[in-house]
Each structure stands twice: as structure tokens, then as C-alpha cells.
């Protein structure tokens, strides 16, 4: 199996103040906010990233799974319980979910193009990078793409963030939209002002990224609530 990736757009203007809203703060616990703070948007995304997976696994796999179904490492890696040879992963920034399944082990991440974060690049090159890049390889100079490349590799070997991203080295392949670390591959995907990266062991992926319906995933959210 290919690792497949789908991704769901939260449209505010459909979502807040209604009866889907009312059912994540009833879930999560949470009182009316006002929709900018951040801790609250947080554990919104992060539920609704979490019934996505359930809803495309239900969908897409015919695996009817629930909440309990679901584990987390030490390091917060979630994982399916009893369905074995069947790993997933998600991301989530600002109004974007997105899910990665596979065969082997994978993980995603999902981030807005940001000029400003190339001053977070001595932080996320390793000094091997750093050196190729003031040798004028403009690859090391997009923060964004390096950033993707290399936390979803992270969080495929199940550390995320807790392993500093300036200890590996990414190779370039010379062919466009992918990478290797170590023994894994990594595909991007460059769509508008968004980067997304996928890495596994697997080097066969999916084509084109899917979009979830939002009615469809309302409804289905709604229904199983």
C-alpha cells in the first residue's frame, strides 16, 4: 500500500457557533471562548484531527474504530490498537488537518510559508547543511520546506519535536519533491502557500493529496457523537 494523504480545510464560517462547535467544546470540556485563544484552538484542531483519522479509517480501511481504539508511545505518537500493519499520522496549523496512513511507520506535517522563519534556520540545519548553504545551495534556505522535511520524520521514528532537528542531515535527492533521512523518504507536497511532507519507509507515494468533504465529515462527527 502506497502512504496516502487526505486533508480537511476548517471553514469558520461553517463550523463556529453551531451545533458541531457545541459538540467539540461539550467533548473537550471547554466553555464558550473567544475563538483567538490559542490554548482552546489548539485542543480544537487536535480533536478534530483525531475524528478525522476515524472517520477515513471507517471510510476508507472499513475499520469501525472509536477513540479507545487509539494508544499514545511515551512520546505522544499515537498508534491503532489490535489492527496491526496499519500506522497513521496528523498534523494540524491554523485552519488545516492533515493525515497520512500507511503500511509502515510515517509520519506528517502540515505549515503556512513563512518568510520570517528563516531566522530559525541555525536552529534547524545541521552544520553540514549550514555549510551548503553558505555555499549557495538555495535548497537550505527554505525554512518551511526543511522544517516539514524534518519534523515529519520525527515524528515517524516517534520522538516529534523532543529530538533536536539540527542532529540529522537531509539529502537531496535532485528529484524534485524528495528526500532521505537516514533510511527513511520523505515526499513533499507544495500546494499554494502550504507545505506538506510525509515521511516513511515506504518509497511508493500517493500521487495527489485527498480533500475531505466538510458536510460529509459534519455529518459523520455529528452522527457518532
Request: proline content about 1%; charged content about 25%; aromatic content about 12%.
Given at each position: 500500500?502506497?502512504?496516502?494523504?487526505?486533508?480537511?480545510k476548517?471553514?469558520?464560517?461553517?463550523?463556529n457557533?453551531n451545533?458541531f462547535?457545541?459538540?467539540?467544546?461539550k467533548?473537550n470540556?471547554l466553555?464558550?471562548?473567544?475563538i483567538?485563544?490559542i490554548?482552546?484552538?489548539?485542543?480544537?484542531?487536535?480533536?478534530?484531527?483525531?475524528?478525522?483519522?476515524?472517520?477515513?479509517?471507517?471510510?476508507?480501511?472499513?475499520?469501525?474504530l472509536?477513540?479507545v481504539?487509539?494508544?499514545?508511545t511515551?512520546?505522544?505518537?499515537?498508534?491503532?490498537?489490535?489492527?496491526?500493519g496499519?500506522?497513521?499520522?496528523?498534523?494540524?496549523?491554523?485552519?488545516?488537518?492533515?493525515?497520512?496512513?500507511?503500511?509502515n511507520?510515517v509520519?506528517?506535517?502540515?505549515?503556512?510559508?513563512?518568510?520570517?522563519?528563516?531566522?530559525?534556520?541555525?536552529?534547524?540545519?545541521?552544520?553540514?547543511e549550514?555549510?551548503?548553504?553558505?555555499?549557495?545551495?538555495?535548497?537550505?534556505?527554505?525554512?518551511?520546506?526543511?522544517?516539514?522535511?524534518k519534523?515529519?520524520?520525527?515524528?515517524q521514528i516517534?520522538?516529534?519535536?523532543?529530538?533536536?532537528?539540527?542532529r540529522?542531515?537531509?539529502?537531496?535527492?535532485?528529484?524534485?519533491?524528495f528526500?532521505?533521512?537516514?533510511?527513511?523518504?520523505?515526499?513533499?507536497?507544495?500546494?499554494?502557500?502550504?507545505?506538506?511532507?510525509?515521511?516513511?519507509k515506504?518509497?511508493?507515494?500517493?500521487?495527489?493529496?485527498?480533500?475531505?468533504e466538510?458536510?460529509?465529515f459534519?455529518r459523520y462527527?455529528?452522527?457518532?457523537?
Amino acid at each position: 500500500m502506497c502512504v496516502r494523504l487526505y486533508i480537511f480545510k476548517i471553514e469558520e464560517n461553517h463550523i463556529n457557533n453551531n451545533l458541531f462547535e457545541s459538540v467539540i467544546n461539550k467533548q473537550n470540556g471547554l466553555s464558550h471562548r473567544i475563538i483567538t485563544n490559542i490554548n482552546y484552538m489548539r485542543r480544537r484542531q487536535t480533536y478534530l484531527a483525531k475524528k478525522m483519522c476515524i472517520f477515513i479509517l471507517d471510510k476508507y480501511y472499513d475499520k469501525q474504530l472509536s477513540s479507545v481504539d487509539f494508544t499514545y508511545t511515551e512520546y505522544g505518537k499515537p498508534y491503532l490498537i489490535n489492527h496491526k500493519g496499519l500506522f497513521f499520522n496528523y498534523s494540524h496549523t491554523d485552519d488545516l488537518i492533515v493525515v497520512a496512513i500507511s503500511n509502515n511507520e510515517v509520519g506528517v506535517d502540515v505549515e503556512y510559508i513563512d518568510p520570517n522563519n528563516r531566522k530559525l534556520l541555525k536552529k534547524i540545519l545541521s552544520k553540514d547543511e549550514l555549510k551548503l548553504m553558505c555555499e549557495g545551495d538555495v535548497f537550505y534556505n527554505n525554512a518551511t520546506l526543511c522544517w516539514t522535511i524534518k519534523e515529519s520524520y520525527l515524528k515517524q521514528i516517534g520522538y516529534g519535536l523532543l529530538s533536536p532537528m539540527n542532529r540529522i542531515t537531509i539529502k537531496n535527492t535532485q528529484e524534485d519533491n524528495f528526500y532521505i533521512i537516514n533510511e527513511s523518504h520523505i515526499r513533499t507536497y507544495c500546494i499554494n502557500n502550504i507545505i506538506i511532507s510525509v515521511s516513511s519507509k515506504s518509497k511508493i507515494f500517493q500521487e495527489n493529496i485527498e480533500m475531505i468533504e466538510e458536510e460529509e465529515f459534519i455529518r459523520y462527527v455529528l452522527k457518532n457523537e
